[in-house]
């Protein structure tokens, strides 16, 4: 039996591969060797004329010296991948959104990653609908660098926060992030700042991983067909102005810890907590009299269980996720002038049934209190199956039911998604 730790260390090394350059390249990076490239002559061959020995271009100062033959050479190119969500959508709401009964492009995403050096990464994903450009993440990895197993992420980026708040929308089981990371998180919790990672073993089955950031604010990020964050939304875009210029102490924190025990051959149980506090959320507003500033605060609370099953054989297996959470968040009214504290909970589960390798059943559903209005509720639940016809190209019909406080309605989709090159994003844990 493999333990945790051994296969753990195994899929990072093969996951650090995805997107890399040419084998050799990535070989020679793996193994922290130096590159060594090869560099344009200075001297020319004696058996050339002499006119066309002054005519041979010579090495570049500095390029040369950085692994690079000359400015034309493609060697150490980034890997570029991209990845397409297209979906066609039907409500019975009373008042369609903008995604909804049409054809909706909701994402194309480039991935831009390649290796700085043998100590360092960097990620670029770029996101496109039909009518936004905008920079997803963009951060720089040292993951070669510290030590023991201690990774850093610097730019911007999904905060290690929860288990699916952090993944991209085309990776995600079903359509949609639940309601209740769309209310509490904006759908991915994100910022930009600095994120420290580590990971150790506990003997021979189990796995500690933990990580701790800080970033200017907690923004959310969606790009979600239906729930409170349908359409493309940000959760910044909210509410009263919000101002830059904080202090040291008032950045936003967050961390998360998460213990992974292996269970036989086939079973593996993922235990986590996260948690995220935002002190100082300065704001502006005009009062009538002349604009006046405000801070208001934010916390949230999470804790989640993962327990997969999968025979690698058959491809059969289960997957189950649930997660619970709690949201702090100062509210002001403009109007009165008035600061309130609303405390809201809320929880999502989702079960899926491999049928082998490429069909796949699965049902979800949960519950939130609004973060910002105390006494009104939402739920949901629905069922999906997917096809995945390939490794690059998955199919997936998806039904809902969603319940709100102002209407009841019904959502359907068919999603087809497709991947060209080598397109992820790290391991999902």
Known sequence: MTSPANAFASALRGSLVIGWGPAAVVTTLLSGAPLHAQTAPTTPPSNQPAQQQQQQPTARRGIGQLGQTSIFDNVFNPAISLSA??????STQRETTETANRFHLRSVELGVVGRVDPLLSYQLYLHFDEHVAEVEEAFVLADNWLPDTFQLKAGRFNLDFGKLSPLHDHDLLLLDKPQVLQEYLGGSLRGTGLELHHWFPL?????VRWSVGACNSLDGDAHSTFGPA????????DGPTHLGGNEAENLAVHGRASLLLELGTRTTVQLGISGAWAPEIRFSYDNGSGTRTRSLRRGLLGADV????????????TTFVAEVLLSRKDTFDTT???RSTVESTGF?????????????????GGKFGHAETEGLDSWDAGIYSTWHVDEFNRLRLEGRRFDDPDQSYWGFTLQWTIILGSHGHGIDW
């Open 306 to 317: 993962s327990i997969k099953h999968l025979d690698p054989g058959t491809g059969q297996g």
């Open 348 to 364: 999502y589960a989702l079960l899926e049934h491999s049928l082998g390798q490429r069909w796949t059943l699965g049902a979800s």
């Open 336 to 338: 009165t002038e008035t």
């Open 203 to 207: 003997g021979d089955y189990q796995l």
């Open 85 to 90: 969500d297209f979906a066609a959508v039907g």
């Open 230 to 237: 349908s359409g493309h939304h940000h959760e910044d875009d």
